[in-house]
């Protein structure tokens, strides 16, 4: 074979002549992308012990104030001089330790008691000199219900406690008094549940379903 033939010639097929499709012909199936699930933020993430839980209190105090002064003023009918002012004086002092007892447990409640909220915890801190802060997985809550009294709605400026069973061997009946704004706070743990059962594939959040993982390291039945 003279050298200046083509190699075709010598029985092997080119490489543009190769049975089979061609790898620029092939099409490669990629599987569709799971979308990114949504970070559920709550609108309520925390407070402290509201100052207006005590409005219906110092209502009924000043009341009672006036109540006692009238009444020491209207001794003087039947004690005069000394023995009055003696009455007065009692009065006012009683008054006053009245009004400094209230407002002594509402700044101690403000400033000792505070609630915060995130996706997977709710932290309850209380306390001055010896702060103690208690941990809840809402993965733990089983049920959550709003109290309001009356006059807590027409006194207190619409603040609430939220009442919260858990499936917690240390405390499984938690209250959350003076809460502001109790309706947003109800809503963002009942939306934090709700988003934990849509995460977790949980049919229910009852306390017989040994499946929720409480962070315990015990295996799920979910998992």
């Given amino acids: 074979m003279p050298q200046g033939e083509n190699s075709s010639d ?5 490489r543009d002549a190769m049975p089979g ?34 409005r219906f209190r110092a209502i009924c105090l000043l009341f009672v ?5 009238a009444g020491a003023a209207y001794s003087g009918r039947f004690c005069g001089g000394n023995c009055h002012r003696a009455v007065f ?16 447990k509402m700044l ?6 505070s609630y915060k909220l995130d996706r997977e915890h709710l932290l309850l801190t209380h306390g001055f000199f010896r702060q103690t802060t208690d941990t809840i997985l809402i993965a733990q809550i089983d049920d959550i219900v709003k109290i309001q009294t009356l006059a807590d709605r027409l006194f207190n400026g619409g603040v609430g406690t939220i009442e919260i069973y858990a499936n917690d061997r240390s405390d499984s009946h938690i209250f959350l ?9 109800f809503e963002s743990l009942d939306l934090l549940r709700k988003d934990y059962v849509r995460r977790r594939g ?12 409480d962070g315990s390291g015990i295996g799920s039945a979910f998992d």
């Fill in 202 to 213: 949980i049919k229910s959040f009852s306390s017989v379903d040994r499946g929720i993982d």
């Fill in 21 to 54: 499709p061609r790898v620029e012909d092939q099409k490669v199936a990629v599987p569709d992308a799971k979308p990114a699930e949504h970070a559920v933020t709550p609108a309520w993430t925390g407070c402290r012990y509201s100052m207006k839980a005590f």
């Fill in 89 to 104: 004086w009692g009065a006012a002092v009683l008054v006053l330790a009245l009004w400094v007892s209230l407002l002594a």
């Fill in 10 to 14: 010598s029985g092997q097929a080119p």
């Fill in 65 to 69: 104030s006036l109540v006692i002064l």
């Fill in 177 to 185: 008094e003076g809460v502001d704004l109790p309706q947003k706070a």
């Fill in 108 to 113: 101690y409640r403000h400033y000792t008691i």
